[in-house]
């Protein structure tokens, strides 16, 4: 059997993944769950399976995704609501700390890698995450009658395992965001936008280390910023990318009904593309020059001016 065609998005959170999604799965052969699993913390709270799928029903609820919950575990792998066998995280805060949270570090990185696919005990919890994203895929992909999944989780340690597994042929799109656009919706949360943009720098300088010296797939970067301001074209090429032909879409059309979880514009019922640019009037001038003094090389080398 050939491999699953995949198309997997890479980035920094608040960066348009949903959005991206939303739109790329407008095309018929394109299948999307937004991310493929619900936050370990969310896990830990119990709290998984009373969050809602874009459909609104809740997780236990939905048709959708009782079917994919289904058909996972028939191949073996317990699936459910609360039990996200396809995510590589840990549930327990500490073994996640230490065996897969995002580090720009190569050296723990590479350590890391070679206890989960190496050390016994975790050795075997691979090869069942493994098992489960490629039952995953399959049932998400017959579920829908597509024939390329697209998985906009971002995590780069996502991207990595899956790189690996042979019944995936995996091609790769680099969603970035000004951190400066990052900065001003963290401080629109209420949250530190130098917080926000040091996670940001974090998760660059590994994606990009990552991308230029292990990852052997194709791949395309998209900014944020240009989907918004050109989606028509920039849909062009995520699709030719994908390996699909284009088709003609209407950017603020109904969406074909879809079961995403991400974000929480994932729950909107009508598409509606416009660059969300309120870091200016946000961030203000301090900050800004804060968030430019820490990033800006970063920045511009994914093409940003000041």
């Known amino acids: ?111 890391r890698r070679w206890a989960t696919h190496h050390l016994p005990g975790l050795r075997g919890r691979t090869a069942r995450v493994d098992r489960a994203n490629v039952a995953f895929v399959k049932a998400v992909l017959r579920r829908t009658g597509a024939r390329v999944f697209f998985d906009t989780s971002k995590l780069l340690t996502r991207l990595t395992y899956l790189l690996d597994l042979p019944s995936f042929q995996v091609n790769v799109i680099r969603l970035v965001r000004d951190a400066r ?15 926000a943009t040091s996670v940001w720098l974090n998760d660059q300088r590994a994606i990009e280390r990552v991308l230029a010296h292990t990852v052997a797939a194709p791949t395309l970067t998209v900014r944020y910023e240009d989907l918004c301001e050109h989606p028509a074209a920039t849909l062009e090429r995520v699709w030719r990318h994908c390996g699909v032909e284009p088709i003609d879409v209407s950017t603020a059309a109904q969406p074909r009904a879809l079961h995403v979880l991400g974000n929480r ?17 946000l961030l203000g001038t301090d900050d800004e020059r804060a968030v430019w003094q820490m990033a800006g090389t970063m920045n511009e080398r994914l093409g940003y001016v000041r």
């Open 1 to 111: 059997m050939p491999p699953l065609p995949v198309t997997y998005v890479v980035g920094s959170s608040h960066s348009g993944s949903t959005l991206l999604a939303r739109l790329a799965s407008q095309h018929p052969d394109v299948a999307t769950v937004g991310e493929t699993a619900v936050k370990p913390r969310i896990r830990r709270e119990g709290r998984a399976s009373s969050q809602r799928c874009s459909c609104g029903e809740t997780l236990a609820a939905c048709a959708f995704w009782q079917a994919i919950f289904d058909e996972v575990s028939s191949a073996g792998v317990r699936f459910d609501a609360d039990h996200w066998s396809t995510d590589y995280r840990f549930e327990a805060a500490w073994l996640d700390a230490a065996l897969t949270r995002e580090t720009s570090w190569f050296a723990l990185r590479r350590a």
């Open 181 to 195: 656009g990052v900065a001003g919706s963290a401080k629109r949360r209420g949250e530190s936008p130098l917080d």
């Open 265 to 281: 514009m994932r729950m909107g019922t009508t598409i509606e593309v416009r660059l969300d640019d309120a870091w200016r009037a």
